[in-house]
């Protein structure tokens, strides 16, 4: 595996912020140089801040004497000049902020190791006396979304020591009180620490909360608080302090109350929490320390104050709630404790999780791709609900969630949820189905908070309606929960209906043929008017994916009535809307009559008081933000989602291979080719695929679908695994290395892939490339699993997930193995098509137990169900 992809050092360590916290929980910023950063802790986004001093620290002690003391830091990276827009003193012309530290002794060098979800900084310098190393994490346990949902940041420090005498050493945790309260000492049993609590509020008020910094080990000393004084008085003590031989000295205002403005500018109250420990030449310790948070109360606090803003979003009624970890734990001591007894246990299952991850034997961009994204999972973009049930934004501004409400056409591509933690994936399902529909089938494609909220008003959205069958689909086939199917399907059936109800004031397709011939709202952010594969697309995978959902659970003709729709649909796509090389979008932009027909009242356009005034360029006599004879990169996105969750053809497999390979001819390209008046997510010799191109020949709108100059990850992850797929693995890999090749921490943070803001969601469609290349197939309404990989590579090895356990599957010279690693895995058929001329010598599982079996084509059908246990595996030997 090529490191380079997962070790950082000298400039590529400047923009990283590696996000530590739980599903749902925020998370706080592990910088490149081991700073504090993003304190995103209290139930929204909060980029580019920080928390007093806060930091880790280390001093040594000879004889008693003090010999060496310095902050866990690496050198700062520049700029040195200060940030505009920042609060006097603190802004441009005044250097770095002071809670950088970077005035403060500190390390030459970091080395940073970055396989999400777990970091390792190794601090270097010299003159040192001793090897200091920081293991960074929170718990990422696929399948176990308790443990993977705590709102905490886990720190183990290592000393070693290189010299050839005894020394003493202390390791600090410094934590600034961002709530405003007071600073208290607390132990139970083993667990002692710092707790930083509010002042002033009751325990439903969206403000409460506290923060707790801890230990599980003995011979420790703190200080409840930093001296107080003006200037900067505070730091100035506390290094003092830390710079004297033997233990701290508590110091405590609690009887004085909060200070607003310790000093420096510094307007928290910091405290500390140490560790004191001796080692021997060569010796080794390492100490842990937790830190917790607890804000329970959640308020949706994005409302606009328009009727209604960009991309669909409008106004909620405004409310609270608890978020799903106030249901776990009464404050974050309590956290701190669960952390700390279950510490071993929940970095052991990550290290599992990570090393299985990580020793696949694809290349290491891919592997890069697939684990950054997961981090998503652990920054504001998502949250938890109180019982549990899952709520996404798209991305994250700085201080807000970006574009509210799970939004179905962006939460279509984020392949990573539905494998890693499908329970809370279906519970996206059941919330939009039970809030955003409307009698007739039509659905808001953005859910509003507080559940029960008013559902959106605006005109539903094409792709994220269909998207929605298909999800419904998939997340039945993964988990084969066949009541769960029923519970939704007469929703379901509903909004598929919905093309042809004739209270669609979109029309999409009111006689039925199978094909989308209105207007289609999308995740461009505009509307299609008139035929294209896209989003017909969407629609034919929904009608075959309802027609057999519809025919499982017993609806026979709703499911001869969708198959029969679905096949005048593909046939007539697959004839008028292929121009030899790709599918494009079928449309006179002259004819402003197809405008008129839709310029009525109350036509919720984005932009724009009307359909005519949003879309009618008069001056040039077009219809704007259209596709056209455009080459767009989402042509036959609805196969890629069919390629993936086993839905089979849904346009010509000749075309859509033809297309696959026109979208990368002819809009992978370098940017400096590019003239973008959009979003500059890629610029100068980065390479990346645009949204839009027009190949020579090809009439270009004077005016095209928005962001078509544009370079957004998630579109060309899937792009690439369509490629992949088709059997063009060269060019699918060059896709997915120049993506993260524009990640790289210098240019831009590894762990913050952004579209519509921060942490994007989209970006998860990166986990599809760990089904892509290994050919995987599920169906667990039939206990049924199978690997194909696309690639001949002896030994292949590759992470798997599913509904109830995860593992490994490796294909070598003489063999296949199957191996479960949590949980557990019930199969009835392995299906292995890349081993259909070899001769099976022996099945065996579970401690060499002789499996039955018979073969038919492709399947190994067993003659009872197979299960594999955790620590198990599946070996099949081959001739």
């Given amino acids: ?135 960074a994490f929170n718990p990422f346990i696929p399948l176990n979304d308790k443990d993977s949902s705590l709102p905490a940041a886990f720190f183990e420090i290592s000393i070693t020591n290189t010299t050839n005498e005894t020394l003493h050493y202390t390791v600090v945790s410094c934590m600034g009180n961002v709530n405003g309260g007071y600073n208290e000492y607390a132990k139970k049993g083993p667990v002692q620490g710092i707790k930083m609590t509010c002042i002033g509020l009751t325990p439903d008020d969206v403000r409460y909360g506290d923060l707790t910094v801890a230990t599980d080990m003995d011979d420790v000393s703190y200080q409840e608080y930093w001296y107080r004084g003006s200037w900067f008085d505070d730091l100035e003590i506390y290094w003092s302090d830390l710079n004297k031989p033997g233990r701290f000295i508590n110091r405590s205002y609690k009887d004085k109350g909060y200070s607003n403005g310790t000093g420096s500018g510094n307007a928290v109250d910091m405290s500390t929490l140490a560790r004191h420990f001796s080692l021997d030449a060569g010796q080794t310790k390492n100490v842990k320390f937790i830190l917790t948070w607890y804000y329970p109360n959640c308020a949706n606090y994005w409302s606009q104050n328009s009727e209604q803003s960009c991309c669909g979003c409008q106004t909620s009624q405004k409310g609270q709630w608890k978020n799903y970890y106030a249901s776990l734990f009464e404050d974050s001591f309590a956290c701190a404790q669960y952390c700390l007894e279950n510490w071993d246990r929940l970095y052991e299952q990550t290290l599992y999780f990570k090393n299985a991850l990580f020793s696949s034997t694809l290349p290491s961009a891919i592997i890069d791709a697939v684990s950054a994204n997961l981090s998503i999972f652990k920054t504001p973009t998502c949250l938890r609900l109180e019982d549990g049930s899952f709520y996404g934004f798209e991305g994250c501004h700085c201080d807000s969630g970006c574009c509210e409400g799970s939004c179905t056409h962006v939460w279509n591509y984020a392949y990573a949820l539905p494998f890693l933690f499908p329970k809370l994936e279906r519970s996206m399902r059941e919330l939009d189905y039970k809030y955003n529909m409307r009698e007739d089938g039509g659905m808001s494609f953005r859910l509003q908070l507080p559940l029960g909220s008013p559902r959106s008003s605006f005109r539903p959205c094409a792709d994220g309606q269909f998207g929605g069958v298909i999800k419904t689909y998939r997340e039945w086939k993964i988990s084969g929960d066949d009541e769960w199917l029923k519970s939704l399907w007469p929703r379901v059936k509903k909004s ?90 079928l449309i006179d932009l002259q004819d402003k009559s197809i405008l008129e027909r839709f310029d009525t009242d109350k036509t919720g356009t984005l932009i724009g008081d009307s359909t005519i005034k949003a879309y009618w360029d008069e001056e040039r006599g077009q219809i704007k933000y259209q596709v056209g004879e455009g080459c767009i990169i989402d042509q036959v996105l609805a196969q890629w989602h069919a390629n993936l969750i086993g839905l089979g ?86 896709v997915v290395r120049a993506i993260r090749e524009r990640y790289d921490g210098q240019k831009r943070n590894p762990w913050n892939e952004f579209e519509c803001g921060s942490n994007y969601a989209r970006s998860m469609a990166s986990y599809a490339l760990l089904l892509s290349y290994p050919g995987f197939v599920f169906d667990m309404t039939k206990r049924l699993i199978g690997f194909n990989p696309v690639i001949d590579d002896t030994p292949f090895r590759v992470f798997w997930s599913l509904e109830s356990g995860w593992g490994t599957f490796e294909r070598t010279e003489d063999g296949v193995e199957l191996k479960v690693l949590y949980g557990y895995l019930d199969i009835a058929t392995l299906r292995l098509p890349f081993i259909r001329n070899r001769h099976i010598d022996s099945i065996a599982y579970d401690v060499n137990k002789e499996a039955n079996y018979h073969r038919n084509e492709d399947d190994i059908v067993f003659d009872s169900t197979v299960k594999i246990e955790a620590g198990s595996s599946l070996a099949i030997k081959l001739q």
């Fill in 1 to 135: 595996m090529d490191n380079s992809y997962f070790i950082y050092e000298k400039e590529r360590l400047k923009e990283i912020s590696f996000p530590l916290g739980g599903i749902g929980t925020g998370c706080i910023g592990l910088a490149g140089n081991g700073r504090l950063i993003d304190w995103e802790i209290q139930n929204r986004p909060n980029k580019g801040s920080f928390n007093g001093y806060s930091h880790f620290a280390v001093k040594v002690e000879k004889d008693d004497e003090v010999i060496d003391a310095r902050i866990l830091n690496g050198d700062l990276y520049p700029p040195y000049s200060g940030n505009y827009a920042a609060p006097h003193f603190n802004s441009f012309g005044f250097g770095p902020p002071r809670a950088y530290l970077s005035g403060v002794p500190h390390f030459k060098d970091v080395g940073f190791k970055g396989e999400f979800p777990i970091a390792e900084l190794s601090f270097i310098d010299k003159t040192f006396p001793g090897n200091v190393k920081m293991t």
């Fill in 496 to 585: 598929i209906e919905y093309a042809w109800a004739d209270t669609n004031e979109d029309r999409w397709d009111p006689e039925q043929m199978g094909v989308l011939t209105g207007r289609q709202h999308h995740t461009l952010d505009m509307e299609l008017f008139g035929p294209n594969s896209w989003l017909t697309g969407f629609y034919l995978a929904a009608l075959k994916a309802g027609a057999e959902m519809a025919s499982y659970v017993g609806d026979e003709q709703a499911a001869q009535r969708y198959t029969d729709i679905f096949r005048r649909g593909k046939a007539w796509a697959d004839s008028n809307l292929f121009n030899g090389e790709y599918y494009y979008h």
């Fill in 649 to 734: 053809e849904i346009f010509d497999p000749g075309n859509t291979r033809k297309a696959v390979y026109a979208v990368y001819k002819n809009n992978f390209k370098k940017m400096r080719e590019v003239f973008n008046p959009c979003r500059v997510f890629s610029l100068n010799d980065e390479s990346g695929m645009i949204i839009c191109s027009y190949p020579a020949g090809r009439k270009k709108p004077a005016i095209s679908v928005p962001y078509a100059q544009e370079t957004m990850n998630g579109f060309e992850y899937q792009a690439a695994e369509h490629l992949i797929q088709k059997g063009f693995i060269k060019e699918g890999e060059e």
